[in-house]
């Protein structure tokens, strides 16, 4: 697991969302997504997708947890699909952690991420998302990103 500190820009996203249980059915969005960015031309080498859990399962009855499957928008775009939400993405100070992109590394990047921010002194900054980034160069390579943010 490697770790950096980004500032990740604003984003302007298409996004479709899951409510119920984290699992497979996250995966599903993540394809309909995918789905919807190759329908309308938006899948391209610099394209970057993005998951969202949206709540804490700890603290959230899980069929009311949300989970949002996002495409990065970087051109001028207008949505024309009833399954498909348009939104942003703030940006800020983010801890990058660099994993392989398998479900058992990224299973154990959560259980390590929180106290290797603690051991380096960085905070969880609650009001903005943990965001699973997946850049199409990435994927490719097998790797994806988990950005926590910090202050």
């Known amino acids: ?13 298409a ?3 899951q409510l119920g249980p984290y699992g497979p ?3 599903q969005a993540m394809e309909a997504i995918k789905n919807f960015a190759r329908t309308n031309d938006l ?6 997708i993005l998951g969202i859990a949206q709540d804490n ?4 009855s899980p069929e009311d947890c949300r989970y949002d499957a996002c495409l990065v928008i970087f051109k001028d775009y207008s949505i024309n699909d009833d399954h498909v939400n348009s939104g942003e993405i703030t940006g800020g100070k983010y801890a990058v ?3 392989a992109h398998t479900a058992e590394a990224v299973q154990r990047a959560w ?3 929180f106290p290797e921010l603690q051991k380096l002194g960085y905070q969880l900054n609650d009001t903005k998302p943990i965001i699973e980034r997946y850049a199409v160069n990435m994927v490719q390579n097998h790797t994806c990103e988990i950005c926590v943010p910090v202050y």
Request: proline residues 6%.
């Open 1 to 13: 697991m490697k770790l950096k500190i980004e500032s990740i820009p604003a984003y302007k996203i």
């Open 15 to 17: 996004y479709i969302r």
């Open 25 to 27: 059915r996250n995966i």
């Open 43 to 48: 899948f391209a080498e610099e394209s970057i």
């Open 57 to 60: 399962p700890a603290v959230t």
């Open 97 to 99: 952690f660099t994993i």
């Open 111 to 113: 259980c390590d991420i």
